[in-house]
């Protein structure tokens, strides 16, 4: 089992920026790739951000050039800094992590809000 926990949401002013933190816990070597998600209300849950285990990253074509995801193995961190913000990005964001056995965990989302 795998314990993920976000922090560092919040309400910010467009072009703002927040990072968001993961921290995992459990069976953690069992890790394989790390992600965030989002999901706003009304919405589907979509990809943001993933980060593999050995550091090759991807990003959703409206964060490209905003959004940064990196990760600490040795905290055992992941993160997400967030750039120039729109208020389009408010919505809740969950951290996902992929065992090498292909099972997904999931943090309890966090809150991102952005007004204009």
């Known amino acids: 089992q795998v314990q993920l926990v976000e922090s560092g949401g919040g309400s910010v002013q467009a072009g703002e920026s927040l990072t968001l933190s993961c921290a995992a816990s459990g069976s953690i070597s069992g890790i394989n790739a790390m992600g965030w998600y989002r999901q706003a209300p009304g919405k589907q849950r979509e990809s943001v951000a993933a980060i593999s285990s050995a550091g090759y990253t991807s990003y959703r074509d409206s964060v490209k050039g905003r959004f940064t995801i990196s990760r600490d193995n040795a905290k055992n961190t992941v993160y997400l800094r967030m750039n120039d913000l729109k208020p389009e990005d408010t919505a809740v964001y969950f951290c996902?992590?992929?065992?090498?056995?292909?099972?997904?965990?999931w943090g309890q989302g966090i809150r991102v809000t952005v007004s204009s």
């Open positions: 996902n992590a992929v065992s090498r056995l292909g099972v997904s965990y």
